[in-house]
T-cell receptor
Framework: AQSVTQLGSHVSVSEGALVLLRCNYS??????LFWYVQYPNQGLQLLLK??????LVKGINGFEAEFKKSETSFHLTKPSAHMSDAAEYFC????????FGPGTRLSVLP | EPEVTQTPSHQVTQMGQEVILRCVPI?????FYWYRQILGQKVEFLVS????????KSEIFDDQFSVERPDGSNFTLKIRSTKLEDSAMYFC?????????????FGPGTRLTVL
């Protein structure tokens, strides 16, 4: 069975600071990994995904994530946080259906 | 850009009543899904649907739930007799194909409140 954990239900960073949102997964087969963002009162928007190939994946809005098989991780990063990045972020493992992590709420302080 | 739409955005109902949540998937997509997010909790898979049949369902998707594609565009989730614990945000999603690498496109959700 697949599972996803996200360390830190709430992360606060200052505007301009590095954003690091952690995701670890468990999967019995090679995983396909996704990060989704949910802005207040909106649906889930795909930020980026890893399927095969390059382990460093770039997404929208300056986010990127690196797949590390040895660490079973797929952490999301952004070099410089912007106020508009404040949202809930979900890591997910793809499959017949998606298995989502519990989410991390990102707050960006001025 | 094509998107998944859902109606209504917010549904309030009395316990024991039937509700139907509606979704219009992206037009060329073949696979459809419903997920649920109880307030403050993670997004949970309910059911997937392909070729007018349920492909997979979770333990949450019991006999009180049903899905239907009544026409060529709509995809509905029916809860026959709502319970307080059905209060949640319900997301519809669609994808071009099945497979773990395929992106699922999510709608904005319907917030269901059961009183």
């Amino acid at each position: 069975a697949q599972s996803v954990t996200q360390l830190g239900s709430h992360v606060s960073v200052s505007e301009g600071a590095l954003v690091l949102l952690r995701c670890n997964y468990s999967s019995s087969v090679p995983p396909y990994l996704f990060w989704y963002v949910q802005y207040p009162n909106q649906g889930l928007q795909l930020l980026l995904k890893y399927t095969t190939g390059a382990t460093l994946v770039k997404g929208i809005n300056g986010f990127e994530a690196e797949f590390k098989k040895s660490e079973t991780s797929f952490h999301l990063t952004k070099p410089s946080a912007h106020m508009s990045d404040a949202a809930e972020y979900f890591c997910a493992v793809g499959g017949q259906n998606f298995v989502f992590g519990p989410g991390t709420r990102l707050s960006v302080l001025p | 850009e094509p998107e998944v739409t859902q109606t209504p955005s917010h549904q309030v109902t009395q316990m024991g009543q039937e509700v139907i949540l509606r979704c219009v998937p992206i037009s060329n997509h073949l696979y459809f899904y419903w997920y649920r997010q109880i307030l403050g909790q993670k997004v949970e898979f309910l059911v997937s649907f392909y070729n007018n049949e349920i492909s997979e369902k979770s333990e949450i998707f019991d006999d009180q739930f049903s899905v239907e594609r009544p026409d060529g565009s709509n995809f509905t989730l029916k809860i026959r007799s709502t319970k307080l614990e059905d209060s949640a945000m319900y997301f519809c999603a669609s994808s071009e194909a099945a497979g773990s690498w395929n992106e699922q496109f999510f709608g904005p959700g319907t917030r269901l409140t059961v009183l």
